[in-house]
T-cell receptor
Framework: GENVEQHPSTLSVQEGDSAVIKCTYS??????FPWYKQELGKGPQLIID?????GEKKDQRIAVTLNKTAKHFSLHITETQPEDSAVYFC????????????FGTGTRLLVSP | DGGITQSPKYLFRKEGQNVTLSCEQN?????MYWYRQDPGQGLRLIYY???????QKGDIAEGYSVSREKKESFPLTVTSAQKNPTAFYLC?????????????FGEGSWLTVV
């Protein structure tokens, strides 16, 4: 089955810096890769996703890149703000058949003012 | 407002007791899911349902049971057979169960064994 590894487990940056979180997946058939942000005591919220037919997707300060050959994808946050502090999860699934998302173990991002 | 409502937010269970976590959605989604979250780990799938009156085991179904009698409701029962039930439980839904559909999460329920 699919296995998703996520690094780093914690990431501390200064406000205004960029943050990068990386994930690798094992199943070459996976082709849907969402990213979720989870604030303390709350449910995860989708912030961006990418499908295998594109290599990069941007939404304001957030971007995701996908390298299908290497089987890894990354989340990039530019001009970080204290409100970006949260746990971020990557996930992978196939677009055919049942939607079984396999999650990474999460990255705790701390943005210091 | 449309969304997923989980209740209760906090629940305490005594040894040997069954407890039920409620999940209701008004998004008109066909598919619903239950995930378990432990510190330092990703979310793990307990059960899922693609349609009313049908549900399937996920990766860690032992000690749990579900029902899907109505489209908007997917309650999870944590039975006494679940040996380590203390965790954060997340209910989710998507328009369809097919891959690539956005999965939306509720706010979660904390279960603690006392």
């Amino acid at each position: 089955g699919e296995n998703v590894e996520q690094h780093p487990s914690t990431l501390s940056v200064q406000e205004g810096d960029s943050a990068v979180i990386k994930c690798t997946y094992s199943d070459s058939a996976s082709n849907y890769f969402p990213w979720y942000k989870q604030e303390l005591g709350k449910g995860p919220q989708l912030i961006i996703d990418i499908r295998s037919n594109v290599g990069e997707k941007k939404d304001q300060r957030i971007a995701v890149t996908l390298n299908k050959t290497a089987k890894h994808f990354s989340l990039h946050i530019t001009e970080t703000q204290p409100e970006d502090s949260a746990v971020y999860f990557c996930a992978a699934s196939k677009q055919t058949g049942f939607q079984k998302l396999v999650f990474g173990t999460g990255t705790r991002l701390l943005v210091s003012p | 407002d449309g969304g997923i409502t989980q209740s209760p937010k906090y629940l305490f269970r005594k040894e040997g007791q069954n407890v039920t976590l409620s999940c209701e959605q008004n998004l008109n989604h066909d598919a619903m899911y239950w995930y378990r979250q432990d510190p330092g780990q990703g979310l793990r799938l307990i059960y899922y349902s693609q349609i009313v009156n049908d549900f399937q085991k996920g990766d860690i179904a032992e000690g749990y049971s579900v029902s899907r009698e109505k489209k908007e409701s997917f309650p999870l029962t944590v039975t006494s057979a679940q040996k380590n039930p203390t965790a954060f439980y997340l209910c989710a839904s998507s328009l369809q169960g097919a891959g690539g559909n956005t999965i939306y999460f509720g706010e979660g329920s904390w279960l603690t064994v006392v």
